[in-house]
């Protein structure tokens, strides 16, 4: 299948591993450009010529925190410096750290807030006027299974991943007469370095193996494991295609079946 996303432009936030990463690689093997960051150079660096070698695709790397406003004002005006128009956003930052309620603080709150919903109230409206322009946009925001169905000992991202969802759904009304779709996709437990910090502040709270949270939480999954980076890659690029666009204003889920509401 042709996603239709060859001379497209992609912009993909905290994607030097992970998700992100994976993302990215999805998108530049069906031919899009793209503009990639996370806060490290070296590490962002690396992503991109891994990028390149594998697929030959046109890659900006750029040192950037999503939590700071100028450093996505500078983010930005990098990416439609060098390619003249941001046509796809991909939306990611890294999870606040876990814990329940009584372990937050009005800073971590404020931080949180930040990385999870700001930075992409931020990306939005710094490419929405050009994707307006040209009458044609993709948006898609990682949110978290947790938006859907909260998780124990996740306060912060229960939260703010809701927030966000709600943002996205109302924006994807305001927008959609241009041609723009805003989605959110949301990972179940997938095989990511994330996942790993989870695995030890479980392990390290509960005084269990990391082997028995990994298998507590495989025991929940329909599946029965955990889920790779390409599946849910596969997935996100499809949504942010020209095949994709009559979907929006959708939270769609990559997770084996962990969520048991029926929407």
């Known amino acids: 299948m042709d996603l239709g996303l060859k001379r497209k432009v992609a912009l993909v936030a905290a994607s030097s591993q992970g998700l992100g990463f994976a993302v990215a690689r999805e998108l530049a093997a069906e031919g899009a450009s793209l503009v990639i960051c996370s806060r490290n150079q070296q590490s962002i660096d690396r992503a991109a010529e891994s990028i390149r070698s594998e697929t030959n695709a046109d890659v900006l790397a750029v040192a950037a925190d999503v939590s700071i406003r100028e450093d996505i004002d500078r983010l930005v005006a990098a990416g439609i410096d060098r390619f003249g128009k941001i046509d796809i956003l991909f939306t990611n930052s890294g999870g606040p750290p876990a814990g329940p309620f009584e372990s937050t603080t009005p800073e971590s709150w404020d931080a949180a807030t930040k990385v999870v919903l700001n930075s992409v109230v931020d990306l939005c409206r710094l490419v929405l006027p050009g994707m307006k322009e040209r009458r044609w946009g993709r948006i898609l925001n990682l949110t978290s299974i947790a938006a859907k169905q909260p998780v124990d000992n996740l306060m912060l991202s229960n939260s703010l991943r809701a927030a966000v969802t709600g943002f996205a759904r109302t924006l ?59 599946e849910f890659a596969a997935l996100a690029a499809f949504i942010l295609s020209e095949r994709a666009s009559y979907i929006t204003g959708s939270s769609i889920a990559v997770d084996g079946g962990w969520i048991r509401s029926l929407f």
């Open 172 to 230: 994807a009304n305001e927008v959609a007469p241009f041609g723009i779709t805003v989605n959110n996709i949301l990972p179940g437990y997938t095989r990511t370095e994330r996942l790993d910090e989870l695995i030890d502040f479980l392990s390290e709270k509960e005084g269990i193996s990391a082997d028995d949270v990994r298998a507590r939480w495989e025991s929940e999954i329909p599946m029965r494991r955990l889920g790779d980076p390409r």
